[in-house]
C-alpha cells in the first residue's frame, strides 16, 4: 500500500503539469456534475418544472374550452330578440303577457 502511495508520489515528481491539469480537470468535473445533480438548476428542479408546465397546459386548455362555450353562448344572445326570449323561456321559465300556462300534474299510480 505504501509503497504504491510512493510509486505516485514518484510520478508525480516526474510530471507534475501533468497531474496538475489532470487534478483541475477532475475537480471542474466534479464542480460541474454537482451542480446538474445537486444544485439550484438540476436534474430533479427541471423534471419537478416540466410536469408543473404540464399541468398548467392542461389547465390552459379546459379554460380555452370553456372560454368558447362562452363566447359562442355570449354570441347565441346578442343575435337576437328571438334567441333573448327562447332563453328567458327555458332557463327561467318567462310567459307572454296574453299566454295562459298550464301545469300538468301527474295522477298517482293505484297499487
Same mark, same amino acid.
Given at each position: 500500500m505504501f509503497r504504491l502511495i510512493e510509486k505516485s508520489f514518484t510520478a508525480i515528481k516526474k510530471k507534475p503539469i501533468y497531474f496538475s491539469v489532470l487534478t483541475f480537470l477532475l475537480i471542474l468535473i466534479v464542480m460541474t456534475q454537482n451542480q446538474y445533480w445537486f444544485g439550484d438548476h438540476s436534474h430533479g428542479r427541471l423534471i419537478e418544472l416540466q410536469d408543473n408546465i404540464s399541468s398548467v397546459e392542461l389547465e390552459r386548455d379546459? !379554460?380555452?374550452?370553456?372560454? *368558447?362555450? +362562452?363566447? *359562442?353562448?355570449?354570441?347565441? +344572445?346578442?343575435?337576437?330578440?328571438?334567441? !333573448?326570449?327562447?332563453?328567458? /323561456?327555458?332557463? !327561467?321559465?318567462?310567459? /307572454?303577457?296574453?299566454?295562459?300556462f298550464y301545469v300538468f300534474k301527474k295522477e298517482k299510480e293505484e297499487d
Open positions: 379546459k !379554460l380555452k374550452e370553456n372560454n *368558447q362555450i +362562452l363566447v *359562442q353562448e355570449k354570441t347565441k +344572445l346578442s343575435s337576437g330578440k328571438e334567441a !333573448l326570449e327562447g332563453t328567458a /323561456r327555458i332557463e !327561467l321559465g318567462m310567459i /307572454r303577457p296574453d299566454e295562459k
